[in-house]
């Protein structure tokens, strides 16, 4: 809530100061704009009369009482910071710039920061993942819907690190979206008997307050009376009953817009429904039962479903526990020189240079920054004894057109016919830090090496990266071919000596 001198204030419960300023309070801070109760259906960041803050101005606020709170409770200052927050194509740099820009205002000596999505940072919370070790690749759906943004993933989890394989957005589906639709339902039901409040305010706030419980409240009950007393002289209050059956009602087509997004996340990570192991739910709203049911019967009940009781919590947990680990082993390794590590995905792809000069991808751009991936490769020429790996960052088919970061030579190879030796190449990278670490062996006669590269792009500009971007727009078509054509010949999978 702010004053007319601008003073910012963060408290906890605002539901009465948005009763007493209406005009003068901010609330439901999901994406980076603040939304005025003058305002309610659109998203317009700049409200004619009234202050305009930024992103930076009210993160700056919520994290200095965030951690103020903290220190109160744990009895000393925070060292090590998890945000988690929404995705979205477009909409991570803003965010990350601006968390990191309050990070600086605020100073935090000594402090690491550490970003990461909400679908990442849900995964986090499966107790049989990272925790124990497991080496079996597992396939993981995480269903986050909150309050205004649905995002379904799919991840891969080998060897404790995630690696996100699809991601579909709605950035306009959750559940203010379905509390609409129950304060329109509302409000017509009492137009019909006694008068149109929709030009009230105050009415409408508190409104959509007791709508939001009631929703909440048919998660773990049938029926839910909403009662509000008028705010005129002589009005009439407002009585009605909601039941369950009628709030599925006015959002199943809404609801079976968080299904579809299901089915596309599977298609777009090249798997079916039965690779899923494992479904976490994430977000206030992934707690409506028919919601839960309906994702239950769409597995065949044969997934272990994480966050049924709890889903609001999910992501926080998963955030705490990464924080914890990370917080453990960092150290001063990957803390930068102002205390901060925060980074989000990587901006460009990343991958390594096949015969005929063509790019195998490893890391498409806007991936995770945390992957671990190995890919077997062989020889391209007979009795080849030496082979050498360039990795490349850039979205375009030829490594000729993309930036060459460094590179590492195996010899010692066991002379063979071309395609016969297994040379496996793994790379990886940590959740914090820019380090690529390569890794390279010979199968047969097991010899091994390895090296460390850091990305080009942790140290150009974004205006360099998005003319990278924009040039891979423009040739997709005609790279999309030199692959296929690499594919079909199968020199995808084989190394130059030199």
């Known amino acids: 809530m702010w004053s007319t001198e601008g003073f910012l204030s963060i408290k906890d419960g605002m539901d009465e100061a948005l009763y007493v300023h209406p005009f003068n309070t901010l609330f439901n801070l999901e994406h980076p704009v603040a939304f005025s109760a003058q305002n309610l259906s659109k998203n317009r960041p700049n409200i004619p009369g009234y202050l305009t803050f930024t992103l930076q101005d009210i ?11 903290a220190a ?33 205002a605020i100073e935090l000596p000594g402090s690491t920061l550490r970003q990461l999505r ?23 759906l995480v269903y986050r819907l909150g309050g205004s943004t649905l995002e379904v993933s799919v991840l891969s989890l080998d060897e404790g690190v995630f690696e996100i394989l699809s991601s579909v957005y709605n950035q306009h589906l959750g559940g203010n979206d379905f509390n609409k639709r129950v304060v329109n339902h509302l409000l017509l039901a ?10 009230d305010d105050k009415f409408m706030i508190r409104l959509g307050r007791e709508a939001e419980k009631a929703t909440q409240a048919l998660s773990s009950q049938n029926s839910v009376r909403i009662e509000i007393e008028s705010f005129r ?7 009605e009953e909601l039941t369950r059956s009628q709030f599925e009602d006015l959002n199943m087509d809404l609801f079976a817009k968080t299904m579809a997004a299901i089915d596309q996340a599977i298609k777009d990570a090249s798997i079916v429904k039965d690779d899923i192991q494992d479904i976490v739910l994430s977000g206030g709203s992934s707690n409506i039962p028919f919601l839960q049911s309906t994702i239950k019967a769409y597995f065949g009940g044969k997934v272990y479903i994480h966050g049924l009781n709890h889903p609001e919590t ?18 001063q390794r990957y803390t930068s020189d102002v205390g901060v590590c925060c980074f989000l995905d990587r901006p460009l792809s990343l991958g390594i240079e096949t ?43 030829r490594t000729s057109q993309n930036a060459f970061l460094g590179g590492i030579e195996l010899s010692g190879i066991p002379p ?16 914090c830090g820019n380090e690529l670490h390569l890794t390279v062996m010979e199968m047969a006669s097991k010899r091994m090496t390895a090296t460390t590269i850091s990305p080009r792009s942790a140290f150009v500009d974004e205006d360099e990266i998005a003319s990278k971007m924009l040039e891979g727009e423009a040739f997709e078509h005609e790279d999309r071919l030199i692959w296929e054509s690499a594919e079909a010949t199968g020199t995808m999978t084989l190394l130059n000596p030199a």
């Open 416 to 431: 063979a016919p071309k395609g016969v030796p297994q040379i496996r190449v793994r790379l990886r990278a940590h959740s």
């Open 190 to 199: 009492h137009k019909k008997t006694y008068q149109d409040l929709s030009s």
């Open 314 to 331: 999910t992501a926080v947990f998963g955030a705490a526990k990464l924080g914890a680990k990370l917080g453990a082993k960092l150290g």
């Open 118 to 140: 909400k679908s990442t940072a849900a995964a986090h919370e499966i107790d049989n993942g990272i925790d124990n070790g497991m080496e079996d690749e597992r396939m993981i």
């Open 233 to 239: 002289p002589g009005g009439q209050d407002l009585s």
């Open 72 to 104: 109160t409770i744990i009895g000393r200052n925070a060292t090590f910071v998890s945000i988690v927050m929404p995705g979205g194509e477009g909409l991570e740099e803003s965010r990350r710039a601006a968390i990191s820009d309050a990070i600086a």
């Open 59 to 69: 993160t700056t606020k919520y994290l200095e009482r965030l951690l103020a709170s």
């Open 355 to 397: 015969a005929d000069g063509v790019m195998f991808k490893y890391t498409d751009r806007n991936s995770d920054r945390e992957f671990n991936k190995l890919f077997t490769f062989s020889t391209a020429m007979d009795n080849q004894d030496r082979v050498v790996i360039r990795v490349f960052e850039g979205e375009r088919a």
